[in-house]
């Protein structure tokens, strides 16, 4: 199961190359729900769930792009912006978790890792 927390999520361009600090996001996990954003004013939520028969946590999120935001797929929101909805999963084993998720009809690999505990 992934932990309820403060995470940190950097995409991985179709390249190969990491794109630290351009292609990153702040998430918080809280019991199934899902916030984030990133540095230039992209902003997801959704929820996840654990299939403890596939032993992987399903992740469903709607991301709003800003007008005129640019992804690292190369996808460039017109003048209104954009709502793209993305599915992917990770088994959460570990403090750093690698997955692929498809973002506009491109596979994005996403790097995510557990900063810390949300406050009381």
Known sequence: MIDDGIYGLDYIAPNGDMCDGIGSLLVVLRE???L???NLGG?????YEFSLEEALNKIYVRMRIPPRGELVTGYAAGPEGAILDIVGAVTRTEA????RVEVAG???DVR???I???PN
């Open 112 to 114: 995510l890792t557990y």
């Open 32 to 34: 199934g729900k899902i």
């Open 106 to 108: 491109e596979p994005i």
């Open 116 to 118: 810390g505990p949300l």
């Open 43 to 47: 902003v997801f939520s959704g929820n």
């Open 96 to 99: 750093v978790t690698v997955t």
């Open 36 to 38: 984030g954003s990133d």
